[in-house]
């Protein structure tokens, strides 16, 4: 690996360095990581916001749709007791890696840079959540 693609891949290095200190001692709570899912659409209305992205109807409106959806599974995750809660989490975190994957191509909402950063958080944190699940049940 040379310092220009490591100096290009920063958001990457910088996520896979949060997901790691953030599950090396285990999940933390269902409702935090579950919270994190509101969270998530949350920056991306305040960055298209700051952008001027969301003046298009249509991009507030997906935009919206996507708070909303995510904030369901938010929902869904915390009335669940037990073994389905956490494979329900990590869906919820790897589709929004999705989302983060179709804004970083259509470079639109928000920075991609950012995008890049938080599809990495999502993916791994998903992995890092359902192997931990697999390995507490």
Do not use: K, N
């Amino acid at each position: 690996m040379t310092i220009r693609f490591l100096a290009h891949r920063w958001p990457t290095l910088l996520a896979l360095a949060l997901t790691l200190v953030t599950f090396v001692d285990g999940a933390p709570p269902t409702g935090f990581l579950a919270a994190l899912l509101v969270v998530m659409p949350l920056c991306y209305l305040g960055f298209g916001a700051a952008r001027g992205e969301l003046r298009d109807r249509r991009t507030l409106a997906v935009q919206l749709a996507g708070l909303v959806a995510f904030c369901a599974a938010a929902v869904l995750v915390l009335s669940l007791d037990g073994r389905p809660a956490p494979y329900v989490l990590a869906a919820g975190w790897l589709a929004h890696a999705l989302w983060d994957l179709v804004h970083h191509r259509s470079d639109r909402v928000v920075p991609r840079a950012w995008s890049e950063w938080c599809g990495v958080v999502d993916a791994s944190g998903a992995l890092a959540i359902l192997l931990l699940a697999r390995t507490a049940g």
